[in-house]
């Protein structure tokens, strides 16, 4: 009569665990990815929505060119640059408390063209210079990186009809052009 498992069964058993945890586990990091992407874009619809609630209260977005950014360039503002960040949050001050993207890195880099270095928000609109039929002031740009590409980078259409589109790794743009 035999009492107690093999050494064979035993290591069949722990493999089996580790193959069913292995799963599971991979399935757990797709849906926080999901999830950190879901906050994006209610952080994106946020920042929109207090971007319209400035256009109107001064008739023209806020400019960027003053945020001290360092990427994509230095006329951007973005989230991950404190100096940056400061800028940007005292324009918006009235209308939103800015949110940092919830995998943001504070290196102060931002997605190249090499590789998406980091992820933070970006915004981009100049009050002085017209851009593809808009006047001055009367558009603007947010790029965010997300997680999860889902096949399209968006794009703002321009007051020309053109379509601006920044287009490398999983950069998401949206804007308004008018």
């Keep these: 009569m035999r009492r107690g498992f093999t050494l064979l069964e035993l290591l069949v058993v722990i493999a089996i665990i580790g193959l069913l945890s292995s799963v599971v586990l991979a399935s757990v990091n797709s849906a926080r990815a999901k999830a950190r992407d879901t906050l994006r874009l209610q952080h994106i619809q946020q920042i929109k ?87 001055g002031g009367q558009y603007y740009w947010l790029i965010y990186n997300r997680e999860i590409y889902p096949g399209t980078h968006g794009g703002i259409t321009m007051c020309d009809g053109f379509t601006q589109t920044y287009t490398n790794s999983n950069v998401q743009n949206t804007g308004v052009g008018r």
């Design 49 to 135: 929505n207090a971007l319209e609630l400035y256009r109107t209260a001064n008739g023209a977005y806020p400019s960027s060119l003053g945020c001290g950014g360092v990427a994509p360039n230095n006329a951007w503002c973005n989230t991950n640059n404190p100096a940056s960040y400061t800028n940007w949050q005292t324009m918006m001050q009235p209308y939103i408390q800015l949110p940092h993207d919830p995998s943001e890195t504070p290196s102060g880099t931002w997605a190249n063209d090499a590789s998406p270095a980091g992820y933070s928000y970006a915004y981009y609109s100049n009050n002085t210079a017209a851009l593809n039929g808009c006047a």
